[in-house]
């Protein structure tokens, strides 16, 4: 267990649908990442926020938006999702300033 | 703008066998640059770093990377793969900027021969 909680780990609905994923992220961490894994687009970043303020933006689609809340847990919103969102979402979280990430295991999202 | 290239998508290796896993990147300055591994149902696993001073990087798991300049490459190795090694290795680059976020390489899927 990484510390990084993601949920759900399966996620499996239709297109036009809409989701949302949820990270609690490790024990003291204010930071929290989005990154969206897929056959075509590799490793994407797609939002930060830190502290519940959004802190950095990727390539995320307006469709996707993200928040995070007083605990620190974050959530990505998916709307009016097409097959090509199929993809595994991660979330990471950081402490401090550096590189000291914790990933983890990720949402598998299938859009039928 | 950063990036990183991890040219060999795939890559088999026999068991015992060295490993070499290339990685390329574009930076202006020094930088940050970083190994994970994934297995498969897993999120990713930090390998090994390097931000400065020796240019050898020693990792968990046995795996080593060098940093070389000249190349803009920092390439992971292995002197002997185990079965449990084959996984997908991503190479990634760090913004340097106050996101901290991460740019990652397309990725090279490790598979180990008998």
């Known amino acids: 267990d990484s510390g990084v909680t993601q949920t759900p780990k399966h996620l499996i609905t239709a297109t036009g649908q809409r989701v949302t994923l949820r990270c609690s992220p490790r024990?003291?961490?204010?930071?929290v990442y989005w990154y969206q894994q897929s056959l075509d687009q590799g490793l994407q970043f797609l939002i930060q926020?830190?502290?519940?303020?959004?802190?950095a933006k990727g390539n995320i689609l307006e469709r996707f938006s993200a928040q995070q809340f007083p605990d620190l847990h974050s959530e990505l919103n998916l709307s009016s999702l097409e097959l090509g969102d199929s993809a595994l979402y991660f979330c990471?979280?950081?402490?401090?300033?550096?590189?000291?990430?914790?990933f983890g295991s990720g949402t598998r999202l299938t859009v039928v | 703008a950063q990036s990183v290239t991890q040219p060999d998508i795939h890559i088999t290796v026999s068991e015992g066998a060295s490993l070499e896993l290339r990685c390329n990147y574009s930076?202006?300055?020094?930088?940050?640059l970083f190994w994970y591994v994934q297995s498969p149902g897993q999120g990713l696993q930090l390998l090994l770093k390097?931000?400065?001073?020796?240019?050898l990087v020693q990792g968990i798991k046995g795996f080593e990377a060098e940093f070389k300049r000249s190349q803009s490459s920092f390439n992971l190795r292995k002197p002997s793969v185990h079965w449990s090694d084959a996984a997908e290795y991503f190479c990634?680059?760090?913004?340097?900027?106050?996101?901290?976020?991460?740019?990652f390489g397309s990725g090279t899927r490790l598979l180990v021969r008998p």
């Open positions: 926020y830190y502290n519940g303020e959004e802190r």
């Open positions: 390097y931000f400065s001073g020796d240019t």
């Open positions: 990471a979280s950081r402490g401090g300033a550096g590189y000291g990430y914790t």
């Open positions: 990634a680059v760090g913004t340097m900027d106050s996101s901290y976020k991460l740019i």
């Open positions: 024990s003291g961490d204010l930071s």
């Open positions: 930076y202006g300055a020094t930088p940050y």
